[in-house]
RNA sequence: GGCGCCGUAGCUCAGUUGGUGAGAGCGCUCGACUCAUAAUCGAGAGGUCGACAGUUCAAAUCUGUCCGGCGCUACCA
């Protein structure tokens, strides 16, 4: 038993949920479900990132205040999660008053430790933009490269963060933590970072007011940044609730894209050490789905494409499986409609679905509607035992896919074991009692495995084969023991859990 | 330029610390079955594991070079 606290980036709210965000957020959900199903104590955590000129600016343009503005888009976010069924804990919003304190408490330590310095920054200006640019991204003759406009050399007072100075302190933590980083891969980029050298870091601006002030210098903000990357901290309490902070924080897992890796593995952690925080998170990266197929190709990136129309046509369920089952946790990979159908039809319909119709039809037809006992030495017993170790085994590795894919090695199993025992031919009695039994069995333990990926409907199934109760309240590896069928209850025939769907 | 990732069957991908004749799913071909959502089961075809060189008794798995695809290099998962 332990504990399991997972979070999502916040999510900027001016973008519009899709799958990529989905891909991330439903990682979090699925591992953090399994972590449920241990028994473990879990905090699921995700949010809105919601300062910044970004915000700002395209508030204006809708004709609101910033925070109306915040407030409208947070919820598309908050509404796309929940018609995922994600069982998020906490949905942090960066303007949220537990969160100013916290920024401003931790930075004020880190102020107080000598970590933040006032310097000058100066460079390459853009009123257009209001922002900085590097001369190198400069073009023709210092004109900003989206405005075509001449820049301005400004010079501006900032409040730096020492990051350099935590270099050594970081080496350390990489040398003496070999998981801080997953996948390997990624651990390697961080680690390049790193060899490169850092610099210090520019964490406040003066230019906007849209953020949460410097406390000891109110004619700052923050830079969004810095703000966005605390909400984990705040979530559990820091700066408010020590006692709750100090429960949760050394179980911290991150779950982020390989884009923003670089703040997580690198300036988040030094952030931390700069406020004397001892707990360091853990973080797993992920690559980008990439858009290919037929279908979605003329919508012409991954950022286009909203979870929402996708469970229109799969079902939550249908589309939390074939996300979780298709990508591997770590290298980018290929998103497609086709791929989706493909993999819903397959794994659900076929297999997963049409087990559960097949086994009711002969339970029905020659036990009665009764659900039989297993039999304890069932050759699936070995079966079930293999496939529930290597599951568990990659829902610690954080792959779901692979875990996934070890849980449905019993569904398939189960479908051959029917195909050479034959039931439906036998006479009713003990032999097809026997056989039944186990496949019940091999169905409820599959089934509880499953719950991560598509928890609406194996609860569904579950009470088709006659269990007592929900999946959710099962515990691992109890519930994982073959045996624990308990036979004479009724089992329902019903329409299909998921029925066979043809490309539109 | 610097750092890093990737290149394994038609497709999407697995392949721990190098070691029985290289795998899965999908797709395809043939066959079986007909309880089930035209679902299921079996058999089969299909790969010089990007190229070249090297280390080794032994490499998809280590080293080097090259070719090809890509990411990051201060703010979109």
Redesign the pocket.
């Known amino acids: 038993m332990g504990r399991y606290f997972g979070t999502t ?1 916040i ?2 709210v001016n ?1 519009a949920p899709h799958v ?2 989905a ?2 957020a439903l990682s979090v959900d699925a591992v953090c479900r399994w972590h449920r199903l241990l028994g473990d104590e879990v905090r699921f955590l995700t949010g809105t990132d919601e300062h910044g000129l970004k915000v700002m600016r395209s508030a204006q343009e809708a004709g609101r205040s910033p925070i109306e503005h915040a407030d409208h888009n947070s919820g598309r976010f908050r509404d796309a999660w929940a018609e995922m069924n994600l069982a998020n804990d906490d949905f942090i919003r960066t303007t949220e008053p537990r969160h100013h304190a916290a920024v401003q408490a931790m930075l004020q330590r880190a102020y107080d430790n000598g970590h933040i310095y006032q310097a000058t920054y100066s460079g390459w200006y853009c009123v257009g933009c209001e922002a900085y640019y ?1 001369e190198d991204d400069l073009i023709d003759d210092h004109a900003c490269p989206i405005h075509k406009r001449p820049v301005e050399h400004m010079v501006e007072d900032n409040w730096f963060f020492r990051l350099s100075a935590f270099q050594k302190q970081l080496e350390d933590w990489f040398a003496a933590t070999p998981g801080n980083v997953t996948p390997d ?1 990624f651990r ?2 961080a680690l ?1 970072i790193l ?2 050298g850092l ?1 210090d ?2 964490i406040s601006r003066s230019s906007i007011d849209w953020g949460i002030s410097v406390p000891w210098d109110p004619d700052h903000v923050f ?3 810095y703000d966005a990357l605390i909400n984990y901290a705040t979530a559990v309490g820091y700066g408010t609730d020590q006692e709750q902070f100090d429960t949760w924080w050394p179980s911290v897992h991150h779950f ?5 890796l ?1 703040f997580h593995t690198i300036y988040w952690p030094a952030m931390l050490m700069a406020a004397d925080v001892e707990h360091l998170p853990t973080v797993h990266v992920h690559g ?2 990439l858009l290919g197929g037929e279908k979605m190709s003329k919508t012409g990136n ?2 286009k494409v909203a979870p929402s129309d996708l469970i229109a046509d799969f079902g939550v369920d249908g589309f939390r499986h074939a996300v979780l089952r ?1 990508h ?1 946790f ?2 980018d ?2 998103f497609s409609y086709e ?1 989706l159908l ?1 993999r819903y039809n ?1 794994d659900l ?3 997963y ?2 087990l ?3 086994v009711a ?2 339970v029905a ?1 020659k036990c009665n509607g009764i659900g039989p006992a297993p039999d304890p030495g069932s050759p699936l017993a070995a079966v079930v035992a293999t496939a529930f170790a290597e599951t568990a085994a990659a829902w610690e590795r954080t792959q779901p896919s ?1 875990a996934l894919e070890a849980t449905w090695r019993i569904i ?1 199993q189960t ?2 074991y ?2 050479e025992r ?1 039931p ?2 036998m006479d009713a009695g003990p032999d097809v009692d026997a056989v039944m039994g186990d496949a019940l069995e091999a169905l409820r333990i599959a089934t509880v495995l499953a719950w991560p990926s598509i928890p609406e409907t194996a609860e569904l199934a579950w009470k088709r084969i006659g269990m007592p109760g929900t999946v959710a309240e099962q515990r691992l590896p109890a519930a994982a023991q073959w045996g624990l069928y308990p036979g004479g209850v009724t089992v329902e025939t019903g329409d ?5 769907l043809k490309l539109t």
């Open positions: 980036p999510f900027y973008d990529g965000h891909y991330n590097a891969g390697n980029e390049g060899r490169q610099e870091v520019s830079y969004v940044w982020v894209g390989k884009d923003i670089r980008f789905l991954v950022t298709d591997p770590g290298p990979s290929e791929a493909s397959v319909a076929n297999n679905g049409n559960v119709s097949r039809t002969v037809k692979v398939r479908n051959e029917l195909q034959e439906w031919k299909p859990l998921f029925p066979r």
